[in-house]
């Protein structure tokens, strides 16, 4: 900036070019995370969303849909199991990851549209649908209104069941990270989503830097920011209505991990006694399962899909 309060030529130029070094190495860090993962990535617009949608696997289709702030690899250390026996179907969620919101906002009428349109255009047959966290709460609605474009519902950690009420620490961190996300923040965030994060960064290994920049990359996003907040907005921080979730007419299931500080374990014993919803709990793991306890986590959803089809043939 000049004396005089003008921006130079050389900071004008400066800026785009700040802005093109960081987009690549977010491009970068999502390649070396999906590279690994037997998928193939492809676009989709679905209801005005240009869609990154990861698909695998043959079999039954399975639908995955992740959490607030997150994309479709999240889900990254269970897609290579799911794959073995089912058609594996993982968007990145309206906004989040590499979907654009093309025009228009995000309310509860079109993020729903949007999960029927990728289920008309990716399931041969209805799908089970898996969802964590926002991306449980979105399931749930979608299931209450058309239990026909399901054939199960698994909510892991699923925010809807009350208000979002986290720990204060969590919610604490999660502030902090949100306004000004930065390796140190990101850290403090993930020792409190996790149970044991020295024990996830050496299971991920080399995995974790670029999980780690494309975390951050897309928390600094401010169309991502505002995508954020609107599904929490709409899904994640309201109380879904109890009539609502017991309209829910397919076979639903709940897995948590015991240490969850975002929604704790009792809040999926109080649902699971209410709509006789089979709980599985998941030991060594705060909200985040799929990244922190994968086996376990695969271990349950095999459970809960056999239980399901030995409902369907009684």
Known sequence: MTLDGRTSD????????????????????????????????????LAGISTAVLEGGDGPPVVLLHGPSGYAAHWMRVIPDLVSSHRVIVPDLPGHGASQLLEGELDVERVLGWLDELIEHTCASPPRLVGQLVGGAIAARFASRHG???????????FGL????????????????????????????WRLCAHDLDRLQRQIGVSWQPFEAYNLDRMRTPSVQAAVGSLMQHFGAPAIEPAELARISVPTSLIWGRHDL?????????????????LHVIEDANDDPPIEQPEALVRALRAVFAGARREAVR
């Open 10 to 45: 050389r900071s004008n130029t400066a800026q785009p070019l700040h802005e093109a070094r960081g987009r690549s190495q977010a491009a970068e860090a999502r390649r070396q995370l999906l590279a690994p993962l037997p998928v193939a990535e492809r676009r989709l617009e």
């Open 148 to 158: 026909d474009r399901a054939r199960q519902l698994v909510l892991v950690d699923t």
């Open 162 to 189: 009350r208000p979002f009420q986290p720990a204060p620490e969590f919610g604490a961190a999660l502030q902090r990270a949100l306004a000004q996300p930065t390796p140190e923040t990101h850290q403090s965030l």
């Open 262 to 278: 975002a929604t704790p374990l009792a809040v999926a014993e109080a649902a699971s006694a209410r709509y006789g919803w089979p």
